[in-house]
DNA sequence: CTGTTAGCGCTTTCAA
DNA sequence: TTGAAAGCGCTAACAG
């Protein structure tokens, strides 16, 4: 930068100035200074500029640590995907946030909590925190503090800016579609890292209220990392034995194995068993064969809108709309029977 | 740090030598300054730090841009998730440096040598920069300034860390399968986004010049983005038309349309077609069904033994090997007939 | 072993 | 419209 000054012959706050377009300066300076950084191929330190500024153009990617990885989940990555998509096109890069679990318990408080400390990030994109009991009151603390937050599920404040597909909302309409196609024995299959669980339950006891029959749904956690025998084994029970008519997958990655069990019992879809899933990425569930119906939470999309906001108001922009719902689309693609 | 130098009864070195471990100090200050920075709850500013000792404890995760976005890469994934893996066990931090291609034509550089030239990265992880003409020198000149650098991919200097998988080994393997079980028609589908295209055509000639009867190879290029319409097409033309018996698929996407698309036409694997895929996670090709034979390229290894290497150098450690190569299993799960 | 001091590279008053 | 100077929060000689 003195070297810049230098060559331009100017003093160091013009460059500054030039460089920030921060005051008024003579044009023919501006020249100068834009010429001999040129020269120099002059890059400013983001680093030094962030000291005296108090930003860094870093965004946090944050979810809490579970029995997953960030990067095993489909979903995290389709909405990582969408977040790196808003943030390509800006000054603005991705840090991510991941936690080992032993270093959680080191520390004793999640991770993106020392990096807003620090000031090492300028805002925070976090998924999952409302259900982890954990993170849950450092991110409240952050978001009454202000703190740049957009975060992906349901909305828990005045503060902050929220996307949310309504899990509860399409789950219970997921319910409808088997209930109302005659099903009255379901088999769900949850994975063991979405951290949705209870709001399942709770989804289920509700829909049992609100409807005369009784939808008899057998909860199985499916754990991406397993071995897939167990699985195998509670489709036996499940399907072969107890006569499940219905199967429901919140992930993508068990459907290629439940196809594969059925077609080897002989059993398809939807003759003698009905298939419903959720898909994060538009038309996963379209390559199957039969292809298989999906409520489609596009989780890109989401990701995308959360970085978005946040970007708009980190450059000063208002944001009109801090809470944004998307639509889980159901897709009906022929792996629904009716059993009346 | 003043305040806790000032709670500890000492000078702010003294608060940065604890901090750092840096000189001697006496143990009941160092017990002080301990108890003042818990009780102020202070943590130091990595910005500052970075500032004054030229470091940030960032990695920089690079891929050249291409048709697609590093998000859209399984094989991306799988490389990042195990330089996660690496990295969330230190104090170091992952960050993006993904690329919008119009950024690149504004700055007529990638993003990771600006990032190197503001010291805002201490290393730097590259995957495909080989095959990149555009990034390649500058890689190649940050190397030569021995800036940290671990990359994905042949050996192409002295400095830097790099692990390969032999792509053009396990290439020839491939064809080599479907040469010895008598296969003399093969498609392969190449996405369009690994920029493996001129590889691919280079081994072939070498298969051919080495083999006494031809191996007729026909290369699709598919996009992930694209519809798949265009693809059964090409599947119409060459495996009803034309006949292949053989098909190599370098990513797992595409494998479950082929397997419709085949089913649809009473055609099976291996009896009418034989098949093998390119899988980076291991078994992602046993959950089809049939199960396709596979190479599996480790690509989570690659990536956590990638981390490990420059985190270990730039812990100043020494790393005796630079250059690690993994090995390409070829997995037979029967998807491969001999048609002699 | 410890405090003083001069930076790291930039921004931002404050005067001029 | 511009320059001088005081920081941003920390590290690293240097001197004691």
Do not use: E, M, Q
């Given at each position: 930068m003195y070297e810049v000054a230098e060559k331009a012959d100017v003093s160091i706050s013009t460059v500054s100035r030039v460089l920030n377009n921060s005051a008024s300066v003579k044009p023919n300076k501006v020249d100068a200074v834009r010429k001999a950084m040129k020269e120099l191929n002059y890059v400013p330190s983001e680093l030094a500029r962030g000291l005296a500024?108090?930003?860094?153009k870093m965004i946090g990617f944050y979810m809490p640590f579970s029995?997953?990885?960030?990067?095993?989940?489909k979903y995290a990555l389709e909405l990582l995907r969408g977040v790196d998509k808003a943030i390509s096109t800006t000054d603005y890069s991705i840090v991510i946030l991941n936690e080992d679990v032993a270093d959680f318990k080191k520390l004793r408080q999640p991770k993106f909590v020392n990096y807003v400390m620090q000031n090492r990030i300028d805002g925070l994109i976090l998924n999952g925190i409302y259900q982890s009991y954990e993170s849950f009151p450092y991110f409240k603390k952050l978001l009454d503090n202000n703190f740049p937050i957009a975060y992906i599920g349901?909305?828990?404040?005045?503060e902050g800016f929220n996307v949310y597909a309504g899990y509860d909302k399409y789950i219970y309409s997921m319910l409808g579609e088997f209930y109302k196609n005659g099903h009255r024995k379901v088999l769900a299959l949850i994975n063991k890292?979405?951290?949705?669980f209870d709001r399942f339950e709770q989804v289920i006891r509700k829909f049992r209220k609100e409807h005369s029959e009784y939808l008899d749904i057998t909860i199985i956690e499916t754990n991406?990392?397993?071995?897939s025998q167990q699985l195998i084994n509670s489709l036996k029970d499940l399907?072969?034995?107890?006569?499940?008519?219905g199967i429901f997958c919140d992930?993508?990655?068990t459907i290629s194995l439940i196809l594969t069990f059925l077609n080897l019992n002989n059993l398809s879809v939807p003759k003698d068993v009905s298939v419903i899933a959720i898909e994060h990425?538009?038309?996963?569930?379209?390559?199957y064969y039969p292809q298989i119906n999906s409520f489609y939470v596009p989780a890109y999309d989401m990701g995308k809108i959360a970085a978005e906001m946040l970007i708009s108001s980190l450059r000063g922009e208002i944001v009109e709309e801090t809470s944004r719902f998307v639509h889980a689309n159901y897709i009906n693609r022929g792996s629904m029977k009716n059993v009346n």
């Open positions: 500024k108090n930003v860094t029995s997953i990885s960030l990067f095993d989940s349901k909305r828990v404040n005045k890292g979405s951290l949705n991406a990392a397993d071995n399907i072969l034995i107890k006569k499940c008519t992930i993508t990655s990425h538009k038309d996963d569930c379209a390559v």
